[in-house]
């Protein structure tokens, strides 16, 4: 093992299941906090379901809970509040939380292995510089900790990184136990739909059918010719329902020009989906196999928070990705109301033709407007790098080029 990952020789001696022996189903957390109202209830989520599976009354600034739970250890979240909670790695025996000396979001957890490992894992993410570094330190804690939960875990999150090849490779590292885990039928699940990768911009989408609200399988390669937003949502989201108001007008405004919404739900309740699609009034198409944070096009295109979504346009290739209602009724405008055109490049004496429907990038990756990037190229100082079989084009400072319309 290299250094780097050697967190703690007492944290790794007990690194799979620090309660091997122990039968009990149940767990307790004795807690101590500040500054909290007398009759404060704090709820234990659940996050892999979303759903609350205990709740307590804080007196005095403590708390007692007595919880039964069927795997460990396991991730769960104490609310004090709706913005502000604790994760804690929770293990079959008796475990103290203290927030008297800190915010209640870094209270010190004690009795639970796991979370002390969880805890050093966090801090040494961020002594890392880079979001490379920390995928990089990622694959080297699962590779040299196949037994490890928290493996398990943190693979089940970063499958939609890593990719099938190299997920499939760590998942057949695990114990029996670990790959029997609720974290380890998340990765058997990813690795059993067999797609190559996660589609990225500039790339075609990848297809898959789920059923709708009234029970009819839908696939979204039924609006291939259209541009489609694939937009990942659930009722609990308070993000994704203040955004549906200003979604609805973008909608409305295109419905009757090539374009519709594909939304796809990550609840789990049917009844909770349904009652927010009609109270938020939206009428565009609806899918979800009720299956949470699994769902399997959230897996598919490597969706770890919502709301999020996906712009694909007429050819069934992604433009662009995370959009809110502004940025994309900018995009539609263009994309919908303007006639093809062909872009002629002069560039150190030679004509080149390029295509509007070219997906035009920065040099910084960011996605740029047809407007944009005949901004930038008429401003003569970018030069057009072309990938054709992606449809990429990234402008880079360069010599200078001549644009004809």
């Not at 290299?2 to 007492?10: D, G, P, T, Y």
């Not at 004690?110 to 510089?129: C, F, R």
């Not at 694939?230 to 993000?239: G, H, K, R």
């Amino acid at each position: 093992m290299k250094k780097r990952l050697v967190i703690s020789l007492f944290l790794i001696s007990f690194i799979t299941y620090s309660c091997i022996g122990q039968n009990d189903n149940k767990f307790s957390i004795n807690g101590k906090t500040k500054d909290l109202d007398n009759g404060t209830i704090l709820l234990l989520q659940n996050p892999l379901s979303n759903k609350f599976i205990d709740s307590v009354k804080a007196t005095g600034n403590t708390f007692i809970l007595n919880t039964r739970l069927t795997d460990f250890p396991a991730k769960l979240i104490l609310w004090k509040d709706s913005s502000t909670g604790k994760t804690i790695w929770v293990e079959n025996k008796n475990m103290t939380f203290d927030s008297s000396n800190s915010s209640f979001e870094n209270a010190v957890i004690n009795g639970s292995i796991a979370d002390s490992l969880a805890t050093s894992l966090k801090n040494k993410y961020k002594e890392l510089k880079s979001y490379e570094e920390i995928v990089s330190y990622e694959l080297e804690f699962i590779e040299n900790n196949p037994n490890n939960i928290l493996s398990a875990h943190n693979l089940s999150i970063m499958v939609k990184v890593f990719g099938q090849k190299e997920s499939e490779k760590l998942f057949n590292t695990f114990s029996a136990k670990n790959r029997q885990s609720q974290y380890g039928r998340i990765v058997s699940d990813f690795l059993d739909l067999k797609f190559a990768k996660t589609p990225n911009i500039g790339e075609k989408y990848v297809d898959f059918s789920t059923d709708n609200q009234n029970g009819e399988q839908k696939k979204l390669s039924e609006l291939d010719g259209k541009y489609v937003l694939l937009e990942f949502w659930a009722s609990w989201c308070v993000p994704c329902r203040n955004e549906n108001p200003k979604l609805t007008k973008v909608y409305n405004k295109y419905k009757t020009s090539d374009f519709e919404i594909f939304a796809v739900s990550l609840n789990v309740n049917k009844e909770n989906w349904i009652k927010a699609i009609k109270k938020d009034i939206l009428n565009w198409k609806h899918v979800g196999d009720l299956e949470g944070q699994n769902n399997k096009a959230s897996l598919i295109y490597a969706v770890n928070s919502i709301p999020d979504n996906i712009l694909i346009d007429k050819n069934g290739v992604i433009i662009a990705r995370n959009l809110r209602s502004d940025k994309l009724d900018k995009l539609l405008s263009e994309s919908l109301s303007s006639k093809p055109n062909t872009l002629k490049i002069m560039n150190n004496g030679k004509h080149i033709r390029i295509s509007d429907s070219i997906i035009w990038k920065d040099e910084n990756g960011n996605i740029l407007t047809n407007l944009e990037a005949i901004k930038l190229l008429q401003n003569g100082k970018y030069i057009p790098h072309l990938d054709e079989k992606k449809n990429i084009g990234v402008l880079k400072k360069g010599f200078e080029i001549v644009l004809r319309l």
